[in-house]
């Protein structure tokens, strides 16, 4: 197995409200050809059309809670999937009464979809794992908010051993041996000679992982379910001056975030869901940096590699 | 009463989804410093903001039918307009079921709106006045589309006569009489003597009239509930080789918009609601020309002041 590419692009970075130049909760996360699109705020379509993101490649959706910065924009999407011709079957993992609000918006307007779409309820009380194929694992992220709400953790699995394709030469190992080799598998040739697996593979490049932390109080225990994730995206909807705001709506400062990144002892961390009252996002990056430097602001358009072995210094 | 400014501005003109530089259907008609905002498909709050709207002046929203395109960004605004703290009661006219529609999104993400939403059921069978005020009243206009679809029509209500000032000097009528001569009466002087009405004023300004046909299949008889409207809207979703098409899916070609336009005997007419199959809209444009040559294309942040007077050539 090779390495898949494994990055997120930022849809919309702005909190409850657009701002200048800032749209609301989305973003995607690619793998391997596949696109996950996690949250679907108002916009989200143009968003996606102006980014060149691939719609087709669109099949799961993650709705992280049911306040409207967040989910308003999906009927709009399943809506144009339709118009536009899809077969495909669409599955959206979310809270329950999601269901509910797509389907009455579908009736009243006398619209049965040309493709199947799939609920899968998300519990927001406890980590699960709600979508598994076979390179990746999401898992469920509770979230401390005013309402359920929970974050999703992209984690690649396993990956193979590589083989040394100049011991493979040097040994006359056939291609098709590779599969099982990779898998560990010593080769045993055809006269009964054993070539040990350590000499014809090396480690695998360690296993990925983004954690994306949505909509919260801020709550250190979350960073025990993302320990060691590679990049952690959390929200920081205000600056430490309105702490006591932030604790009251059930959001996180950006110094908060950074003390979450510490404790996971994440890779990088990148902030959003920034409150539409900051036109300069500066001093939000430099109150996270203070604390965790390897800090970063997520920006629009912007795709992120999710990379192993960053450390933060 | 002196002329009241009286106009609309064109948010979106995409019909169903959204083309490149083409937002989903809403528009604001302008009159005497209210604002009027008719559909508000999913965007629309971003396209209030960009064409720097006045949001607080709208207290009326009307909304043709059910179709997404048309509606979708309803609930954000709706959202938008709590989270800035409007405390004025928002007045919505449409089909019966998007009361529930926006109350079920209100509930899912417990929101409690700071200010109240009225909700007022058009009846989409047949015309009625949906909307009253001094100086405009506002009728459906029964549409003929796959679910149940009005317009609305803007009428002026007759203006006062206007006062010839250098007459009412050279009689030497007090400036407090003025009110009930422009309602057409005679002035009495203190002596007996009557200055004849007619002699104190001049005709009034003739009541302007702002017609929107929505989604519709070619439907000649509306133009009997519109006859002589200054301003006609009419959606033009498709071209005459197409015509086919437009008829299956209850829509209209530009051409019939013209036609249309030429029975109401309408001032100008205005075109909008384009597929996004139509790069270049100037072909649709030629096919209105060629039938009702007062026609032109509704543009994006362009603003269109209702005129009386104007005659198609």
Chains 1, 2 share one sequence.
Request: charged share 20%; net charge negative; proline share 4%.
């Amino acid at each position: 197995m090779t390495m898949k590419d494994f990055s997120v692009t930022f849809l919309g970075i702005s909190a409850a409200i657009p701002a200048k130049n800032r749209n609301l909760s989305a973003q995607v996360v690619h793998y391997a050809g596949n696109v996950f699109l996690i949250d679907c705020g108002e916009g989200t379509q143009m968003q996606l059309k102006h980014y060149k993101i691939k719609t087709g490649k669109i099949n799961h959706i993650f709705i992280s809670h049911l306040h409207g910065d967040h989910f308003y924009g999906l009927i709009g999407l399943i809506s144009t999937f339709h118009l536009m011709g899809r077969s495909a079957g669409l599955h959206i993992y979310g809270p329950e009464p999601l269901e509910s609000v797509i389907r009455l918006q579908l009736d009243v307007s006398k619209t049965e979809l040309r493709y199947p779409l799939f609920f899968h309820t998300v519990d927001p009380d406890r980590q699960s794992v709600v979508y598994e194929d076979h390179f990746m694992e999401v898992r469920s992220l509770p979230m401390i908010h005013r309402i359920p709400c929970t974050g999703f953790y992209f984690i690649e699995k396993p990956l193979n051993r590589r083989i040394n394709l100049s011991a493979a030469a040097y040994h006359d190992v056939p291609v098709k041996a590779f599969e099982s080799i990779k898998l560990g598998k010593d080769f045993v040739k055809d006269d009964g000679t054993v070539i040990a697996n350590s000499v014809l593979t090396q480690e695998p490049a360690p296993a990925r992982s983004y954690a994306l932390c949505a909509d919260t109080l801020y709550h250190e225990p979350v960073a025990q379910l993302i320990k060691g994730c590679d990049l952690m995206f959390h929200e920081a909807t205000f600056m430490k001056d309105m702490e006591n705001v932030a604790a009251e709506k059930m959001h996180s400062t950006a110094e908060q975030a950074a003390k979450i990144a510490v404790a996971a002892e994440a890779g990088q961390l990148v902030l959003g869901h920034f409150s539409a009252r900051y036109e300069n996002l500066l001093p939000l990056l430099e109150e996270a940096t203070a604390v965790f430097s390897n800090s970063f602001l997520a920006e629009e358009g912007h795709t992120v590699m999710i990379k192993s072995g960053v450390k933060n210094s």
